[in-house]
């Protein structure tokens, strides 16, 4: 397979199991990689760009075209979810996005986002837009935001921690934060304290507790074992739960997988063979051969993560 082919979908990717959002087909609406942090524990690797200033990123109607020719393929997921290779508050047309979306669809729409621009009131608009929003809260204190999430500029937590409460006044949707723990950086008792009073101003719906199980940017990142991420849960209160493993579904399908689909979502997410056959509706055999042509290729690689096996695309820009 050519270079030349692997475009077939340029914005899309997926479905992707998530275990937040079932099957989620992921929207890639910004160029890779930037973002407002550099966290230490990103499966995407570094930041290769930080800004706070938000800009036109992507063709809003490529996009919206892909996605209904996607739909015409008979294709379907619980949630359209708009994030991918950096962060999507900073597209300027991501209200317009959801906008466009909604003309196409009913499926609900979801952004995944670090939350750290919702002090902007054109930011917060397009967010309200979502069915869905997923921020990150990583730290409870400056020096611990800065250590993990490495943020750009004046970012400060408790710019973020503001944003999200003044998002949570105006918004009458769900949100669903999300609490990346990082064994030995955030799961001390003073941490965790302090982490728990954001929560309490914040006032999200859920609060999800993660850890580093995919690659990290940094490979010295630890995960946090099941045990202490159930009792972390519990002390963080009744609306905290640990993300558990991926939720068995299958996409709707009517053909046979094909190389791009594969690559394209292992060039947003470093997967399992498990999550490319849940998301993408296949058989193990099928993903398997064509993980085997990708590798042989010279597209993509295996990397250990503990005891597990994720693939991830090498030496393709996006």
């Given at each position: 397979?050519?270079?030349?082919?692997?475009?077939?979908?340029?914005?899309?990717?997926?479905?992707?199991?998530?275990?937040?959002?079932?099957?989620?087909?992921?929207?890639?609406?910004?160029?890779?990689?930037?973002?407002?942090?550099?966290?230490?524990?990103?499966?995407?690797?570094?930041?290769?760009?930080?800004?706070?200033?938000?800009?036109?990123?992507?063709?809003?109607?490529?996009?919206?075209?892909?996605?209904?020719?996607?739909?015409?393929?008979?294709?379907?997921?619980?949630?359209?979810?708009?994030?991918?290779?950096?962060?999507?508050?900073?597209?300027?047309?991501?209200?317009?996005?959801?906008?466009?979306?909604?003309?196409?669809?009913?499926?609900?729409?979801?952004?995944?986002?670090?939350?750290?621009?919702?002090?902007?009131?054109?930011?917060?608009a397009a967010c309200a837009k979502a069915d869905v929003v997923l921020p990150s809260l990583?730290?409870?204190?400056?020096?611990?935001?800065?250590?993990?999430?490495?943020?750009?500029?004046?970012?400060?937590i408790e710019k973020l921690i503001l944003g999200l409460c003044r998002f949570r006044e105006?918004?009458?949707?769900?949100?669903?934060?999300?609490?990346?723990?990082?064994?030995?950086?955030?799961?001390?008792?003073?941490?965790?304290?302090?982490?728990?009073?954001?929560?309490?101003?914040?006032?999200?719906?859920?609060?999800?507790?993660?850890?580093?199980?995919?690659?990290?940017?940094?490979?010295?990142?630890?995960?946090?074992?099941?045990?202490?991420?159930?009792?972390?849960?519990?002390?963080?209160?009744?609306?905290?739960?640990?993300?558990?493993?991926?939720?068995?579904?299958?996409?709707?399908?009517?053909?046979?997988?094909?190389?791009?689909?594969?690559?394209?979502?292992?060039?947003?997410?470093?997967?399992?063979?498990?999550?490319?056959?849940?998301?993408?509706?296949?058989?193990?055999?099928?993903?398997?051969?064509?993980?085997?042509?990708?590798?042989?290729?010279?597209?993509?690689?295996?990397?250990?993560?503990?005891?597990?096996?994720?693939?991830?695309?090498?030496?393709?820009?996006?």
């Amino acid at each position: 397979m050519s270079k030349q082919g692997l475009n077939k979908y340029t914005y899309l990717y997926g479905p992707v199991p998530s275990r937040r959002l079932g099957l989620s087909l992921g929207v890639d609406i910004i160029t890779a990689k930037v973002c407002t942090l550099d966290c230490v524990y990103c499966q995407l690797g570094r930041t290769t760009e930080k800004t706070i200033e938000p800009r036109d990123f992507k063709n809003i109607k490529a996009v919206l075209k892909e996605l209904k020719l996607w739909l015409s393929e008979g294709m379907a997921a619980n949630f359209i979810t708009l994030g991918g290779s950096g962060e999507p508050t900073l597209n300027c047309r991501l209200g317009e996005m959801i906008d466009g979306i909604r003309k196409l669809t009913d499926t609900p729409v979801a952004i995944l986002t670090n939350g750290t621009l919702l002090y902007r009131p054109d930011v917060r608009a397009a967010c309200a837009k979502a069915d869905v929003v997923l921020p990150s809260l990583d730290a409870g204190d400056e020096r611990l935001f800065r250590k993990i999430c490495r943020p750009y500029g004046d970012i400060s937590i408790e710019k973020l921690i503001l944003g999200l409460c003044r998002f949570r006044e105006e918004y009458s949707g769900q949100i669903w934060l999300e609490v990346f723990l990082v064994g030995g950086m955030n799961t001390g008792p003073d941490e965790l304290a302090r982490i728990k009073n954001a929560i309490e101003r914040i006032k999200p719906n859920k609060v999800h507790l993660n850890t580093a199980v995919r690659p990290p940017a940094e490979p010295d990142v630890r995960a946090v074992d099941p045990d202490a991420l159930a009792a972390i849960a519990r002390q963080l209160g009744g609306m905290c739960e640990v993300i558990a493993d991926f939720p068995a579904g299958r996409c709707v399908r009517n053909a046979e997988v094909e190389d791009v689909t594969i690559l394209s979502m292992l060039k947003r997410r470093p997967c399992t063979l498990g999550d490319i056959c849940k998301g993408l509706g296949v058989a193990e055999d099928e993903a398997l051969a064509v993980i085997h042509r990708l590798q042989q290729g010279g597209f993509i690689i295996s990397e250990k993560r503990g005891e597990v096996t994720f693939f991830k695309v090498i030496g393709i820009s996006r």
